[in-house]
């Protein structure tokens, strides 16, 4: 038996609670892994909460991120006592996922823990981070570099933009977050921020291509925000989009593309290549500052995940919520 934050579905709809659970009801998987670490992020709360179609099927556990030991392995790149990671792959969607004691798992999702992190550092991290890393390397590729410019970063208080807020700081941009609550502002500019601003200066409807400013941009929240921020970037500047906060839809024009050579760089952390993965992380081992993490992650236990994804979406969480899956 172990424990997990499990969903359930009835007639009178979505039901989440921590239950004790039998080894036989895992699914099918080549490796097991005893949990010790898994997140809440904002696709992990739409789950527990039912707010969003995020559950495929039912019953489920959550948790698209988990970071343990191998307990047994059939996959030839794994075997008992390995360190791994997990993030994405439809886990907490369609196959079960972290917030649990164990997980069984395709090993063809999992890579190495990194040296450099613990289990909690990597969940403090997590899938945030790593997509916070996506965009980095997606700016890096298409040549944006610190003297070009400012980077802006929208819902820049979230787990995604307080990791690119930290990591864009040390490899020295001029870093602006954009976010919807003052009382933030401290907290980004701790982080490494030049500059905070409302995200009401980015959320309503404006014209098509505005007084430019980004030399780059980093978007969480889609919708207007990200239509606004394409609208004043740069000429030749690169706008990464790896979120929908604020919206799924993209109110824009072609202008910024013809008229300034905007780039929209498209993120995807979920069915991301292994190869790619393993590079995200790597970078996150030496250009993280992980002296931050304590500032961008809170951990809880196991009995508080259901409750915290509440508020979470209630947007009274700011970072990161690591999960010990063993309290």
């Known amino acids: 038996m172990f424990r997990g934050v499990l969903i359930q579905k009835d007639e009178t709809g979505l039901h989440a609670a921590v239950r004790e659970i039998e080894d036989h009801q895992l699914p099918d998987g080549d490796v097991t892994v005893r949990v010790s670490h898994s997140t809440i992020n904002y696709k992990d709360a739409l789950a527990i909460t039912g707010r969003g179609r995020v559950v495929k099927n039912f019953p489920m ?20 006592g390995d360190r791994v990671l997990l993030n994405g792959w439809g886990v907490g969607e369609s196959h079960w996922g972290g917030l649990a004691q164990k997980a069984r798992v395709n090993g063809d999702w999992l890579i190495p823990l990194p040296e450099a992190f613990t289990p909690q550092q990597s969940m403090a991290i997590g899938t945030a981070g ?41 490899l020295g941009y001029s870093v602006v977050g954009a976010t919807g609550s003052n009382s933030n502002s401290g907290y980004l500019k701790q982080l490494g921020a030049m500059e905070v601003l409302p995200r009401t200066e980015l959320s309503t409807p404006n014209k098509p291509l505005q ?12 919708s207007h925000l990200l239509a606004n921020a394409c609208a004043s970037t740069k000429y030749g500047g690169v706008v990464t989009a790896c979120g929908l906060a604020a919206g799924m839809d993209f109110p824009s024009t072609v202008a910024p593309f013809i008229l300034r050579g905007v780039t929209l760089a498209g ?30 992650g809170q951990e809880i236990g196991l009995f508080e995940a259901v409750p915290a994804a509440t508020q979470l979406l209630n947007g009274q969480v700011r970072g990161r919520l690591i999960i010990n899956v063993n309290q």
């Open 211 to 222: 007084k430019a400013r980004w030399a780059g941009v980093v978007d969480v929240a889609g």
């Open 130 to 170: 790593y997509t916070a890393m996506l965009c980095v390397l997606a700016l890096e590729k298409h040549g944006v570099k610190p003297e070009d410019g400012e980077i802006l970063v929208t819902g820049a208080a979230g787990g995604v933009g307080s990791f690119a807020v930290a990591i864009l700081a040390k």
């Open 61 to 80: 556990i959550p948790g698209i991120d988990l970071a343990g030991i191998v307990e047994s392995s059939s996959h030839p790149n794994w075997r008992e």
């Open 267 to 296: 993120i995807d952390s979920v069915q991301c290549p292994v190869p790619a993965r393993i590079a995200a992380w790597q970078r996150l081992s030496t250009d993280l500052d992980l002296s931050k993490l304590g500032d961008i």
